[in-house]
């Protein structure tokens, strides 16, 4: 089969990329080719800029694929003209969204049935914390406007792995690893859920030789925190209290991954993978996404979003006010 992928050289569009190239199919990538990647030669380079509108995408004039997948889309000044623009060129339009869409909904497990936020004005081009699950919404919609029943919207959870850039992931893979005293938020009963990225990849590959359309969460196994700490490795670990988090300020972003039970978005780390699992969703180990990650991001010069320093200060502070 032909695949055009949008956004095809970083993280999960790369390891799209190489699932199916390692399937047998052909893939093109429509890429500004401002930055180098290490993708095989075989993979045919597209020149454009989908932030252009129609004029970014010429480089895909009078062809033809099986399928696009959209790794890139965020906005709908980005989604709608790539969508009618390929409207007949490709069989099957793939979008990747996210589990956003839901909102902080209190339904728990999430289930693609579950009613969706409001989406963005098509104006919007701003993505921040409160336009991404809004923006993800108007984009899924173009996408089922144009293509019906030829469309699929995949919905991720955070997506962890090797390359991945964001260092939400890999901070905590690499925090266990360095040792000593390792601050763990909460007391252990908090849940996280990620999916690899190379679950993803293979799913999409299934998705399009499948032709499977509709809607899929795609999620990896739930952990409780303490859990996670156990397959991290973690061998020193030191609970600290939501409470004492919040009076020493300590943000989200910082303990990425991180959602107190009950508390906001936090029925975003309880959703059901059903759906997909049914339609062939494999899972990987996550003891095997560890260990993948850390062989990864020990040489990729990621920055800590939670320093050393910073660490060591809130565990004082929860020594002087235990909770």
Same mark, same amino acid.
């Given at each position: 089969m032909k695949i055009l992928m949008l956004g095809g050289t970083q993280f999960i569009g790369r390891h799209m990329t190489l699932a199916f190239l390692a399937a047998g199919h052909t893939v093109s990538v429509l890429?500004?080719?401002?930055?180098?990647?290490?993708?095989?030669?075989? $993979?045919?380079?597209?020149?454009?800029?989908?932030d252009r509108g129609p004029a970014g995408l010429q480089a895909l004039s009078d062809r033809t694929w099986d399928a696009c997948i959209d790794v890139s889309g965020y906005t709908p000044r980005q989604v709608r003209p790539s969508a009618e623009f390929l409207r007949?060129?490709?069989?099957?339009? $793939?979008?990747?969204?996210?589990?956003?869409?839901?909102?902080?909904?209190?339904?728990?497990? $999430?289930?693609?049935?579950d009613p969706l936020l409001p989406a963005a004005a098509e104006d919007v081009t701003e993505i921040d914390g409160?336009?991404?699950?809004?923006l993800k919404v108007a984009c899924?919609?173009?996408?089922?406007?144009?293509?019906?029943?030829?469309?699929?919207?995949?919905?991720?959870?955070?997506?962890?792995?090797?390359?991945d850039p964001t260092g939400r992931y890999p901070y905590w893979v690499n925090r266990a690893v360095q040792g000593g005293e390792m601050l763990a938020p909460g007391d252990g009963t908090d849940h996280?859920?990620?999916?690899?990225?190379?679950?993803?990849?293979?799913?999409?590959v299934r998705v399009v030789e499948g032709q499977l359309g509709g809607v899929f969460n795609l999620v990896g196994p739930r952990l409780s925190w303490s859990a996670f700490m156990e397959?991290?490795?973690?061998?020193?670990?030191?609970? $600290?209290?939501?409470?004492?988090?919040?009076a020493q300020g300590v943000t989200s972003q910082e303990l990425p991954l991180y959602r107190p039970e009950h508390g906001p978005f936090s029925s975003l780390?309880?959703?059901?993978?059903?759906?997909?699992?049914?339609a062939g969703l494999t899972l990987t180990d996550p003891a095997v996404t560890v260990r993948d990650t850390r062989a990864w991001s020990a040489g990729a010069g990621l920055t800590p979003p939670f320093t050393p320093e910073r660490e060591a200060a809130v565990l004082v502070a929860a020594r002087q006010n235990p909770a």
């Amino acid at each position: 089969m032909k695949i055009l992928m949008l956004g095809g050289t970083q993280f999960i569009g790369r390891h799209m990329t190489l699932a199916f190239l390692a399937a047998g199919h052909t893939v093109s990538v429509l890429t500004r080719g401002l930055s180098q990647d290490d993708l095989p030669p075989e $993979v045919e380079r597209l020149r454009g800029d989908r932030d252009r509108g129609p004029a970014g995408l010429q480089a895909l004039s009078d062809r033809t694929w099986d399928a696009c997948i959209d790794v890139s889309g965020y906005t709908p000044r980005q989604v709608r003209p790539s969508a009618e623009f390929l409207r007949a060129q490709v069989q099957r339009y $793939v979008f990747v969204s996210s589990v956003s869409v839901y909102g902080d909904t209190p339904r728990r497990p $999430v289930r693609e049935t579950d009613p969706l936020l409001p989406a963005a004005a098509e104006d919007v081009t701003e993505i921040d914390g409160e336009t991404y699950g809004p923006l993800k919404v108007a984009c899924e919609a173009i996408v089922q406007e144009f293509y019906g029943p030829r469309g699929t919207i995949l919905r991720p959870q955070i997506v962890a792995g090797p390359h991945d850039p964001t260092g939400r992931y890999p901070y905590w893979v690499n925090r266990a690893v360095q040792g000593g005293e390792m601050l763990a938020p909460g007391d252990g009963t908090d849940h996280l859920q990620v999916i690899d990225v190379r679950d993803l990849a293979r799913f999409t590959v299934r998705v399009v030789e499948g032709q499977l359309g509709g809607v899929f969460n795609l999620v990896g196994p739930r952990l409780s925190w303490s859990a996670f700490m156990e397959v991290l490795g973690a061998d020193e670990v030191t609970w $600290v209290s939501t409470r004492v988090l919040e009076a020493q300020g300590v943000t989200s972003q910082e303990l990425p991954l991180y959602r107190p039970e009950h508390g906001p978005f936090s029925s975003l780390m309880d959703v059901d993978p059903a759906r997909s699992l049914a339609a062939g969703l494999t899972l990987t180990d996550p003891a095997v996404t560890v260990r993948d990650t850390r062989a990864w991001s020990a040489g990729a010069g990621l920055t800590p979003p939670f320093t050393p320093e910073r660490e060591a200060a809130v565990l004082v502070a929860a020594r002087q006010n235990p909770a």
